[in-house]
């Protein structure tokens, strides 16, 4: 990341830490010392940037495997992220409940080995294959809600709601 996306990232100083942690309310464990908090800024117009592009093609791909339906348009991919810092804000949202609900939430396993601790999703679908829902989690770091649709009617519907 260093080398492709310099600025991205700016791990936060102890100072920075402590003024982010107070601005959004968010109280440190019991016993846990700032420098043992990972903290970093993202540089946003970079971060979106480079979400919306990977966050499309997963759930295009994860559509496609669970639907066998190739997705025609971009347009009816739609992504929203919580950092593990937004967990409670997520966890306490409406669309927590929708996500949370998913019914398949199939094992990512390697050489016999559970790698859900890395990620893991949980997904709905149509019996059409033309909409799909997923809710991913990567190292219990990053949650990613996402919503993929293919008629017409829905597309217009998901397009309206763009983040």
């Not at 499309?56 to 639907?67: C, E, G, P, Q, V």
């Not at 409670?88 to 409406?94: A, G, I, L, M, T």
Request: hydrophobic content about 40%.
């Amino acid at each position: 990341m260093r080398n492709n996306f310099q600025g991205l990232l700016k791990p936060f100083t102890a100072n920075e830490k402590r003024k982010f942690l107070k601005s959004e309310g968010i109280h440190r464990p019991p016993g846990a010392a700032l420098v043992d908090m990972h903290v970093a800024g993202i540089e946003a117009k970079a971060a979106e940037e480079l979400f919306s592009t990977t966050m499309t093609k997963l759930l295009k791909a994860l559509h496609w495997k669970h639907t066998g339906n190739i997705v025609r348009n971009d347009d009816g991919v739609k992504a929203d992220w919580y950092t593990n810092a937004y967990f409670d804000v997520f966890r306490s949202s409406d669309e927590a409940q929708f996500y949370m609900g998913l019914p398949a939430r199939p094992p990512i396993v390697r050489n016999r080995r559970d790698l859900s601790d890395q990620f893991a999703y949980r997904y709905g679908k149509d019996d059409g294959g033309e909409l799909s829902a997923y809710l991913l989690i990567f190292r219990r770091s990053l949650i990613v809600t996402g919503i993929v649709v293919q008629s017409d009617e829905l597309l217009e519907e998901v397009s309206a709601h763009r983040c």
